[in-house]
T-cell receptor
Framework: RKEVEQDPGPFNVPEGATVAFNCTYS??????FFWYRQDCRKEPKLLMS???SGNEDGRFTAQLNRASQYISLLIRDSKLSDSATYLC??????????FGAGTTVTVRA | NAGVTQTPKFQVLKTGQSMTLQCAQD?????MYWYRQDPGMGLRLIYY???????DKGEVPNGYNVSRLNKREFSLRLESAAPSQTSVYFC?????????????FGQGTRLTVV
């Protein structure tokens, strides 16, 4: 079983729509959680950390559910520029960041 | 601000050839990492260096070696390239090898082994 699993999508949404997706993680001892964004053929970049109480950054909201071992990302009022692959990342040890394979979001005009 | 710089950006090797991927960071980070990214599999850690002078294996170290030349530079060597090593390679760095620190990535090296 993969340590971090994501629905690959693609999620194809119109501008202005809300899109949400989850990722699940297998290690119950995981302690840090992130969403990274990766544009086509580019390097991943940190979008936001995910805190236990949930957190917002502008149009982006991240939630953590430790009991069910998943994290979610919700994007409100989608923009064309939100089209990317979103990587779920979970930290479980001193060095180890486990990456999901990514969820692809395409926002259409 | 250069951040993390990788060279080369593209490379084609024949099976059995060797090469070294170079990585340098200018953020005074202690920890550096090499990942590979394959379709449908996410990034997988090859090797990491928690601090200058130390290196350790990640998930998929076979066929690779690394050198932490100094605090800035961390190179990845393929001694005898195989088609299974065709991938996109990313170098990354973070302030320290803790779980809650942001990792900054280089632009990637697209390697094809034929």
């Amino acid at each position: 079983r993969k340590e971090v699993e994501q629905d690959p999508g693609p999620f194809n949404v119109p501008e202005g729509a809300t899109v949400a997706f989850n990722c699940t993680y297998s290690n119950s001892a995981s302690q840090s959680f992130f969403w990274y964004r990766q544009d086509c053929r580019k390097e991943p970049k940190l979008l936001m950390s995910v805190y236990s109480s949930g957190n917002e950054d502008g149009r982006f909201t991240a939630q953590l559910n430790r009991a069910s071992q998943y994290i979610s990302l919700l994007i409100r009022d989608s923009k064309l520029s939100d089209s990317a692959t979103y990587l779920c990342v979970v930290g479980s040890g001193d060095y180890k960041l486990s990456f999901g394979a990514g969820t692809t979001v395409t926002v259409r005009a | 601000n250069a951040g993390v710089t990788q060279t080369p950006k593209f490379q084609v090797l024949k099976t059995g050839q060797s090469m070294t991927l170079q990585c340098a960071q200018d953020m005074n980070h202690n920890s550096m990492y090499w990942y590979r990214q394959d379709p449908g599999m996410g990034l997988r850690l090859i090797y990491y260096s928690a601090s200058e002078g130390t290196t350790d294996k990640g998930e998929v170290p076979n066929g690779y070696n690394v050198s932490r030349l100094n605090k800035r530079e961390f190179s990845l060597r393929l001694e005898s390239a195989a088609p299974s090593q065709t991938s996109v390679y990313f170098c990354a760095s973070s302030e320290y090898a803790g779980m809650n620190t942001e990792a900054f990535f280089g632009q990637g090296t697209r390697l094809t082994v034929v």
